[in-house]
């Protein structure tokens, strides 16, 4: 019996539970006409149930996930013979795989093999038994502890019995349990990347990385190989990120900012409804979607009126990655923009009104200023948006890390080049492989510096309009 076909038990027991615990506290109660004497609602008995019936399986079961395959392993290697416990790690993970192969293949076992592929077909046909009788035995364990957890939770049921605080310590815990996952995984994330980042830059001096003018991450594989010395410097792909997100920005900010204002201010109802969806539907565009319409489209266009105006454009120029990027960005800054400009107080716009201003005077003078805080979060969720893009630019942009702020030349970014650094089969053992971890950690600052000055500008001018 497998995890899924658990979890689909373990919700159906819990579905049964809620509504049999609904039906003990109207028992409980008296009747339907007494289930005023109870301290909380029969629903509220029921989530609770529902609750103590799903967690503790669940939990059960992923604990069993986390030492199951451990457990397994060492009760077969128990049962091979001696000479397996010469083997290397390697090769006894190499062994142990060939075995899992075997229990798992539709191979049958012939009269005419060796001893030693005896010995495999034998420690499979054991690997199976294991694995069978796990989930049999796993299968067991979580109904008995869900239909437990319900027994006691019913034991509990009185009059007076307040399962409306205990759901409430029951939910808090659970969001105190996700926000400590999202933390840890944060810490891990930062933990991996600066430990690697911190084998990189002993290797690599952090001030040719940060400073160096040249990037070209090669490593010789024989001492004699030329041009394999690796340059480290990343300046190119700083600033060829920076220029196309400026190219996207420019485009973005003034049209997403224009179509706020339009929506919250001008537009009626029926073209809001209409014009809404539509925008909605640029953010759901998969960014390969993007990419191909500025490889395809705007990159020829590009080329062909510089062509006719006769300048020299690069066939992967910054300028039309960084133009169909602010096209995908422009949703995001509309939407966050005009639910700050909708979240102004009316009495704002119509005491402006009410004393002589115009309607676009009212939106420059009071509206913006009062969505400043909004505004501000919106387009540093943009900028952040652009910076870690990475579909668009490997399409449209190229890969040559060239040191220019020339717009029509081509251009590569942090992201597009830790794609190329860590495509294929890599062994983190290399200043090559490594560096994509540095770039990722530079990458991670630069975010995390925007969002902590976005914070700091709400927090600035929050107040003065409350």
């Known amino acids: 019996m497998n995890s899924s076909t658990l979890m689909f038990i373990i919700a159906f027991l819990a579905l049964f539970s809620y509504w049999f615990a609904i039906q003990r506290a109207i028992k409980v109660a008296g009747g339907r006409s007494n289930i005023k004497h109870l301290t909380s609602l029969p629903r509220q008995f029921g989530l609770l149930t529902a609750f103590w019936c799903g967690i503790p399986a669940l939990l059960f079961l992923l604990v069993w996930g986390i030492f199951e395959t451990p457990i397994i392993e060492s009760l077969l290697i128990a049962q091979l013979p001696a000479f397996v416990a010469d083997l290397s790690t390697d090769q006894l993970s190499l062994y142990l795989n060939n075995i899992q192969l075997l229990a798992y293949s539709e191979k049958l076992l012939t009269n005419s093999v060796e001893a030693e592929q005896l010995i495999q077909y034998q420690a499979a046909a054991h690997l199976r038994l294991l694995t069978s009788n796990a989930a049999w035995l796993k299968a067991g364990f979580v109904v008995l502890i869900a239909v437990s957890s319900v027994l006691f939770i019913l034991s509990k049921f009185s009059v007076n019995f307040r399962s409306r605080e205990k759901i409430e310590k029951v939910i808090t815990s659970i969001l105190w349990v996700c926000s400590g996952i999202a933390l840890l995984t ?91 969806p539509m925008l909605e539907i640029l953010a759901g565009v998969p960014t390969v979607v993007y990419g191909f319409f500025a490889a395809l489209t705007v990159a020829p266009l590009i080329r062909d009126l510089g062509d006719w105006l006769g300048l020299t454009v690069a066939s992967e120029s910054a300028l039309a990655a960084g133009l169909v990027m602010g096209v995908m960005i422009i949703p995001f800054v509309s939407s966050l923009s005009e639910d700050a400009i909708s979240a102004v107080p009316s009495s704002l716009k119509e005491g402006s009104l009410a004393m002589g201003a115009t309607p676009s005077e009212t939106i420059k003078n009071v509206l913006l200023p009062a969505a400043i805080p909004g505004l501000v979060g919106a387009v540093l969720l943009a900028v952040s948006r652009a910076i870690g893009e990475t579909m668009i630019v490997v399409m449209a942009a190229g890969m040559a890390a060239n040191l220019t702020a020339n717009p029509l030349d081509s251009v590569t970014t942090v992201t597009v080049q830790i794609v190329t650094l860590l495509t294929g089969d890599q062994e983190f053992d290399s200043p090559k492989t490594l560096a994509a971890f540095a770039l990722g950690l530079m990458l991670f600052i630069t975010t995390l510096a925007l969002n902590v000055i976005a914070l700091k500008v709400v927090r600035k001018y929050r107040e003065q309009y409350d």
Request: net charge positive; proline share 5%.
């Open 186 to 276: 944060t810490i891990g994330i930062i933990i991996s990347v600066l430990f690697e980042s911190i084998q990189f830059f002993s290797s690599v001096p952090p001030w040719e990385f940060m400073f160096g003018t040249q990037w070209s991450p090669q490593i010789a594989m024989r001492t004699d190989q030329v041009a394999g010395s690796g340059a480290f410097g990343a300046v190119p792909l700083f600033l060829g990120t920076l220029l196309i997100s400026a190219i996207a920005m420019s485009l973005s900010v003034p049209v997403g900012l224009m179509i706020a204002i339009y929506l919250s201010q001008y537009a009626s109802a029926r073209m809001r409804s209409i014009a809404k």
